[in-house]
T-cell receptor, first 113, second 117 residues
Framework: GEQVEQRPPHLSVREGDSAVITCTYT??????FFWYKQEPGASLQLLMK?????EINEGQGFTVLLNKKDKRLSLNLTAAHPGDSAAYFC????????????FGQGTVLSVIP | EAAVTQSPRSKVAVTGGKVTLSCHQT?????MYWYRQDTGHGLRLIHY???????EKGDIPDGYKASRPSQENFSLILELASLSQTAVYFC????????????????FGAGTRLSVL
């Protein structure tokens, strides 16, 4: 079934620097992807939903790039600020089961003022 | 606004004891899920349900049971709690089977921190 690998597990950057989190997936038929943000002690909130038809997705302060050839999804925070400090998770639909999501291992991002 | 409420928010249990985690949603969603979160593993699916009185096994169902008595309620039951079940548990709901809808995503509860001693 679908497997999602997320890297790095921990990332520390200075305020104003960029941060990049990458996920690779195995199912070439995946059409949707999700990025969730989990602030310390809180639940997961949807950051962005990505459709496979769009390679570049712009959000507020971040960009999600989808490379279908390499089966790679990346979250790029362009100018990180302390409020971006959180855990980030990518997810893709599980193979053969549209009603389930497979999550990456997560990345804990720390933004140093 | 979509709402998924979990109880309790934290619990300490003894090894071999029975634990029940409860989840209630007011979203009118058909799908409900139980995930556990462990450092380094992300979220892993334990059980899910798409209709009342029916549950399905997820990726790591061993040691867990689930119950969906109504559309709104979904419980996770640990009949014989073990140390390895210490984790944070998240309940979630989603409205549709097809992820293609713009509104279709997982809506998570606040989580339950379970410590088994």
């Amino acid at each position: 079934g679908e497997q999602v690998e997320q890297r790095p597990p921990h990332l520390s950057v200075r305020e104003g620097d960029s941060a990049v989190i990458t996920c690779t997936y195995t199912d070439p038929n995946s059409y949707y992807f999700f990025w969730y943000k989990q602030e310390p002690g809180a639940s997961l909130q949807l950051l962005m939903k990505v459709f496979s038809s769009t390679e570049i997705n712009e959000g507020q302060g971040f960009t999600v790039l989808l490379n279908k050839k390499d089966k790679r999804l990346s979250l790029n925070l362009t100018a990180a600020h302390p409020g971006d400090s959180a855990a980030y998770f990518c997810a893709a639909p599980a193979t053969g089961g549209n009603n389930k999501l497979t999550f990456g291992q997560g990345t804990v991002l720390s933004v140093i003022p | 606004e979509a709402a998924v409420t979990q109880s309790p928010r934290s619990k300490v249990a003894v090894t071999g004891g029975k634990v029940t985690l409860s989840c209630h949603q007011t979203n009118n969603h058909d799908y409900m899920y139980w995930y556990r979160q462990d450092t380094g593993h992300g979220l892993r699916l334990i059980h899910y349900s798409y209709v009342a009185d029916s549950t399905e096994k997820g990726d790591i169902p061993d040691g867990y049971k689930a119950s969906r008595p109504s559309q709104e309620n979904f419980s996770l039951i640990l009949e014989l709690a073990s140390l390895s079940q210490t984790a944070v548990y998240f309940c979630a709901s989603s409205p549709l089977r097809d992820w293609g809808g713009s509104q279709n995503t997982l809506y998570f509860g606040a989580g339950t921190r379970l410590s088994v001693l």
